[in-house]
């Protein structure tokens, strides 16, 4: 019998939410955020090898090939702080990486405990990405109107706010088109399967999609 660790995936598109609610979960749940994201962006700030091939399809709005995140991710998760469980955000974004995950956490003898897909209207996530700015010290994500920082540049940490270069009007076109032909089909995949919520994030304040999540988490 697996293991039942509090391992979560969450899915959905880019803005939607998943990496606000994923800081939330770990502090609520106290298990780490993996974010595949945030590891390609400290690769790159490292300049590791990984860093620099990643970098070319980052900056284009474009997956990174499978092969580079799977084995990234095969070590992340057997590190001694997911022993209770972790929660996966941004990964898997391909039916291969899905698979992949499912291989992986069975050689592991663990299973998935929940899978949460953000369900928010295109219409929203160009403004919600286009807006949205995170600290350089601590990661803390703002919107310039759904969830302003203390002050224009800095973080209530004091840390300096910067965008992400891929989340300019140009690039994240090309993220939307991505997700809708390569990571929208990982949600049919887990949706029949069970364990799989449907989070309702169109319209709402990061509170109240917050309620959502804890409810289905408790
Ligand atoms: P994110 O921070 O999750 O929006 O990811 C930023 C960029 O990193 C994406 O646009 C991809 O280029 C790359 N990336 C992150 N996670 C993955 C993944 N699981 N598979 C492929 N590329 C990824």
């Not at 590791?48 to 284009?60: I, N, P, Q």
């Not at 990234?72 to 972790?86: P, S, Y």
């Not at 991505?178 to 399967?193: D, K, L, N």
Request: hydrophobic share 40%; aromatic share 6%; glycine share 10%.
């Amino acid at each position: 019998m697996a293991e039942e660790r509090k391992i979560i995936v969450l899915l959905g598109p880019p803005g939607c939410g998943k990496g606000t609610q994923a800081r939330l979960i770990a502090k609520a749940l106290s298990i780490p955020q993996i974010s595949t994201g945030d590891m390609l962006r400290d690769e790159r700030s490292a300049g590791t090898e990984l860093g620099r091939r990643s970098s070319v399809f980052m900056d284009k709005g474009e997956l990174v090939p499978d092969e580079l995140i799977l084995d990234m991710v095969k070590f992340r998760i057997q590190k001694g702080d997911c022993a209770g469980g972790f929660i996966l955000d941004g990964f898997p974004r391909t039916l291969a990486q899905a698979t992949a995950l499912d291989e992986t956490l069975e050689s592991l003898d663990l299973r998935l405990w929940r899978v949460l897909y953000f369900d928010v209207p295109d219409a929203e996530i160009i403004e919600r990405i286009t807006g949205r700015f995170s600290c350089v010290l601590c990661g803390k994500i703002y919107h310039v109107t759904f969830n302003p920082p203390p002050t224009k540049d800095n973080c209530e940490c004091g840390g300096f706010l910067l965008q992400r270069p891929d989340d300019s009007v140009a690039v994240v076109t090309e993220r939307l088109r991505v997700y809708m032909e390569s990571t929208a089909p990982v949600i049919g995949y887990y949706e029949g399967r069970g364990r799989f919520t449907k989070i309702l994030g169109g319209g709402k304040a990061i509170e109240e999609v917050n309620r959502q999540v804890m409810d289905v988490l408790r």
